[in-house]
């Protein structure tokens, strides 16, 4: 008995150090290729800054006078190029689109991590803001609340306003409920705390919801909702799970997340 004891607790311990060693495979599924400027130009999407040193896709601008720039920052799967339905929706709306790429996603050389992601968006949101001037609204969808939410608590550039779309508390407090049987709280490298790096922002916040989300349960978008002490409202989308939430153009809560971002 002693035996089988003690080889239980061994397997137990390799499980919980692969999955310390293991865990940004289990957190980063990036899409490597890269689509040509033909596509992208089919698209409506342009290599910005250049096509040589890229950081993300530019949308076209929009009819009439610009209201601002919204710099999308995507979740931890696939890639920038793919999120086609932002300047889709955003750009009727009178919005100039930027699709953020992150390091080691969609041909961009490096290796992902909290503090790459986090450092090459500041660096991103800084370079929009010296091209395109104000105002500047920042978009995280999953993962890329996390992104947004570190560059909030850094950036020395005026955001106008989030919207932060199927955002988690903390990446520990969702390790924790997805990998109920293991220590994950204290395994997790990368935090991405969004409540502890909100705490001090006190901007126009939207928060965006799927009530039958099964990768980010709801109670935890909840209290980070719960946690912002700006100008906020929230949206939840009933029976939409973590992926299928209605992206359709032509759906009018696109118009009231900016309308409370802006402030109009």
């Known amino acids: 008995m002693v035996r089988w004891i003690l080889f239980l607790i061994f397997l137990y311990s390799l499980m919980v150090l692969l999955v310390y060693l293991g865990q940004r495979r289990l957190l980063y599924f990036p899409e490597d290729w890269r689509p040509s400027e033909e596509y992208l130009r089919a698209n409506g999407l342009r290599s910005w800054p250049s096509e040589t040193d890229y950081r993300g896709f530019l949308s076209r601008d929009p009819l009439g006078e610009s209201k601002g720039t919204v710099v999308v920052f995507h979740g931890n799967a696939g890639a920038a190029w793919q999120r086609l339905y932002y300047p889709a929706a955003l750009e009727r709306l009178g919005y100039r689109v930027l699709l953020a790429e992150y390091p080691g996603y969609g041909g961009r050389p490096g290796e992902p991590s909290e503090t790459v992601l986090v450092a090459d968006a500041r660096e ?10 104000e105002p500047i609204f920042l978009w995280g969808e999953s993962l890329g609340c996390g992104v947004v939410s570190g560059v909030l608590a850094q950036s020395s550039v005026p955001i106008a306003g989030a919207v932060l779309l ?6 520990p407090d969702l390790a924790q409920r997805l990998y109920w049987f293991l220590p994950a709280r204290w395994l997790v490298k990368d935090k991405f705390d969004n409540v502890a790096n909100l705490k001090a922002y006190r901007g126009r916040v939207a928060v965006v919801l799927a009530g039958r989300d099964e990768v980010i349960p709801l109670p935890l978008g909840q209290r980070l909702y719960e946690s912002l002490a700006g100008t906020k409202r929230r949206w939840v989308f009933e029976g939409a799970g973590h992926n299928n939430w209605p992206a359709d153009p032509a759906e009018s809560w696109w118009g009231e997340v900016m309308g409370v971002v802006s402030g109009g």
Not at 166 to 171: H, K, M
């Open 124 to 133: 991103t949101v800084e370079k929009a803001y010296r091209e395109f001037g």
């Open 166 to 171: 199927t955002p988690w508390s903390s990446l």
